[in-house]
């Protein structure tokens, strides 16, 4: 008897992701809800014409490598259990914007991550520049187009229910 098992096409996948994220809001709500389980009491967003940044106080993001990978997560069991996090919030970004950067600090270390949509879509490997003079929390910053008005209205829809 033959048997088979689930394998996965990861380059097809990614490319495939815009697809499943055709709400322009939903990259806002990935970012806003990583921001409250990192523990953040702050979050700051800025909208203008070629760029969507979000800052948080939150507690830093220890291992850049789970940004990188789909449906990951590094949160610990009851934030997993209590939330399903999808593991998706850089992705969902990015898709949103021609370019990110990420800089992150735990408190112990930092670090810097510049990365490109086709770049990101097509699994090329992304440097981490260490970067020890970061405040502790992360600020993702997706460089693209925005319309300002229509941004903030989504922004304001998405972050409703959140109390940071």
């Not at 996965?8 to 697809?19: C, D, H, I, Q, Y």
């Not at 806003?32 to 940044?53: E, H, M, W, Y």
């Not at 993001?61 to 996090?85: C, F, H, R, T």
């Not at 270390?109 to 879509?121: D, M």
Request: some cysteine; overall charge negative.
């Amino acid at each position: 008897m033959e048997k088979v098992a689930l394998s996965v096409n990861a380059r097809k996948l990614v490319s495939e992701l815009p697809r499943f994220f055709q709400n322009r809001g939903a990259f806002i709500t990935e970012l806003v809800q990583n921001a409250c389980r990192a523990g953040a009491t702050k979050v700051d967003i800025l909208v203008v014409p070629d760029s969507f940044t979000i800052a948080d106080n939150g507690c830093g993001i220890s291992d850049p490598k789970v940004l990188l990978e789909i449906a990951g997560s590094k949160w610990d069991n009851p934030v997993v259990a209590d939330q399903d996090p999808a593991g998706l919030g850089l992705f969902s970004a990015m898709l949103e914007g021609k370019s990110a950067s990420v800089f992150s600090s735990n408190g112990d270390w930092g670090f810097v991550l510049n990365v490109g949509r086709e770049q990101l879509l097509k699994g090329e490997e992304i440097e981490v520049v260490p970067k020890d003079d970061l405040l502790k929390g992360t600020t993702v910053v997706i460089e693209g187009e925005f319309d300002v008005d229509k941004t903030v209205s989504e922004v304001k829809e998405q972050v409703r229910y959140y109390t940071v």
